[in-house]
């Protein structure tokens, strides 16, 4: 599986690595779930993040998932023998009690959350970190948790976050959990491409805004481009 949390109204190219490899895994007979993260999004993740990220309404991350399954399925197959399946983790979250968000929790120490390369800049900028962004990778791989699943797909960035849920499933399962993780797609700053950034090219541009978008990529990023 691979999770979308819906901070913005549109999956984006670099969505699109993650979504061809899960194909990868649709077509040698896999069963595939796409999940939309309709709770954490309302938190978002603190991945990369130097400050705090504005929390969303309950309606605002419903808003902007509403076309997200239709993006992917210019690259997922959502019919056939093999379908996708669409998953919403508000479906285990919104049940969970208090006593259900510290039983899963007491899996975990401070000084693992402070491994977070992030967490030790704030730290040092003297910048605050607050304890819900401190629960987002834990929910993260709570959502391994709640599906069963076997293995997880995401960038570099998520590796964090996705071994979260591969001690989890050992935790409280005694289950494996296999990760995932590629490269980014990102610009000659380094930067990913992506809704925070600002440079991102969405899947629900017109082909000619994608392609004069992607024309205005030096060289290094084009290459970088072809691979991914």
């Not at 705090?52 to 605002?60: F, M, S, Y």
């Not at 399954?69 to 208090?98: H, I, R, T």
């Not at 899963?104 to 040092?124: G, I, P």
């Not at 076997?150 to 071994?163: A, I, Y």
Request: aromatic share 10%; glycine share 8%; net charge negative.
């Amino acid at each position: 599986y691979t999770g979308y949390d819906p901070t913005g109204p549109s999956l984006h190219i670099g969505h699109g690595i993650t979504l061809l490899k899960l194909r990868q895994f649709q077509d040698l007979g896999h069963k595939i779930i796409m999940l939309i993260g309709d709770f954490t999004g309302m938190i978002g993740d603190p991945t990369d993040k130097t400050s705090a990220r504005q929390k969303l309404t309950r309606e605002e991350v419903l808003e902007n998932a509403k076309e997200y399954a239709k993006q992917a399925s210019a690259v997922l197959n959502f019919e056939g023998d093999n379908p996708v399946e669409v998953k919403y983790n508000s479906e285990w979250f919104l049940k969970m009690n208090f006593a259900d968000v510290l039983d899963f929790s007491s899996n975990f120490t401070v000084q693992r959350m402070m491994e977070r390369d992030m967490f030790k800049k704030r730290v040092e900028d003297e910048k605050p970190i607050y304890v819900h962004e401190f629960m987002y990778p834990m929910m993260q791989g709570y959502d391994s948790v709640a599906m069963d699943v076997d293995g997880e797909v995401g960038g570099n960035d998520q590796t964090f976050n996705m071994l979260t849920g591969r001690t989890l499933m050992k935790s409280l399962k005694n289950k494996e959990k296999f990760v995932i993780s590629g490269k980014l797609l990102a610009d000659d700053s380094g930067k990913k491409m992506g809704k925070t950034e600002g440079n991102m090219v969405a899947l629900s541009d017109s082909p000619e805004d994608m392609f004069g978008k992607v024309m205005q990529w030096t060289d290094r990023m084009i290459v970088s481009g072809f691979e991914l």
